[in-house]
């Protein structure tokens, strides 16, 4: 059992060390389904088109690209504490106008570098897996919005449908580390993935976990069979 510090260090570590083949690899395995889910996501934000949003754990920015696709206006902090993951990400933002508007920054999502009350939306996108304290990321995450501001956390689930669940987790546990480990080198890492993704809490818990940490209004969307969930919640 790994504590909360070790867990940091070597997810910090596995990231630095997919860094410069995550945006393929994610592309690769999930049939890039995963647009499609960031999408919905950031649609999730279209009450609030021109106030600032955290992007927490960003790592190559996908998603923070997103938030700027969608609103002209929106100006994007995408903090992750894995340098070689942003660094990567600069190295494919377009160089559009959207560039502008996202600010990478370098930092703990534990310990967030913001003010309190400063953001309109926080969106994580498969992060909040990985944070070691999860409720500490939580309450950070709630003091760093503004009242009335929007969470949204996407992340992987387990499907439940007795059709897709054995496919999903032979998929998950065999063919994926397989190929992603080809590729980049680090089939650990994708091992990793998938054990993660089966000791995540039940959606109940970490709805519950969002209500102490503050947050109202929480519930869970699901998508593509129940593959991922999006946990809404408002501050
Ligand atoms: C699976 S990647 C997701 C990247 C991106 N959001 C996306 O949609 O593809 C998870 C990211 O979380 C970051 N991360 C994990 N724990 C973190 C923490 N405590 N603070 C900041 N970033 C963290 C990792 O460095 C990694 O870049």
Do not use: H
């Not at 919905?40 to 696709?69: I, N, Y």
């Not at 494919?92 to 502008?100: F, G, I, K, S, V």
């Amino acid at each position: 059992m790994q504590d909360a510090a070790e867990k940091k260090k070597f997810v910090k570590e596995k990231f630095s060390s997919i860094s410069n083949n995550y945006d393929l690899i994610n592309s690769l395995v999930s049939f890039r389904i995963d647009r499609y889910w960031r999408w919905v996501t950031t649609r999730e934000l279209r009450p609030f088109p021109q106030g600032a949003v955290l992007d927490l754990c960003a790592g190559t920015m996908p998603l923070a690209l997103e938030l700027t696709r969608q609103a002209p206006e929106r100006r994007v902090l995408a903090v992750d504490f894995c340098e070689d993951m942003i660094r990567a990400g600069l190295k494919t933002l377009p160089a559009d106008e959207r560039r502008q508007r996202i600010t990478p920054v370098c930092g703990d999502g534990e310990d967030i570098p913001a003010v309190d009350n400063s953001f309109w939306g926080c969106t994580v996108a498969f992060g909040i897996r990985n944070i070691s304290r999860p409720q500490r990321g939580l309450e950070e995450m709630y003091r760093v919005l503004k009242p009335g501001g929007k969470l949204l956390i996407l992340e992987f689930s387990r499907p439940t449908n007795f059709i897709v669940k054995p496919l999903y987790f032979f998929y998950l546990n065999r063919i994926l580390p397989l190929v992603a480990g080809m590729v980049s080198g680090d089939k650990e890492a994708y091992e990793y993935l998938a054990s993660s993704i089966a000791k995540f809490y039940e959606p109940e818990d970490f709805i519950a976990m969002m209500r102490q940490a503050g947050f109202s209004r929480s519930y869970r969307r699901t998508l593509t069979f129940g593959v991922v969930s999006i946990y809404v919640g408002v501050k």
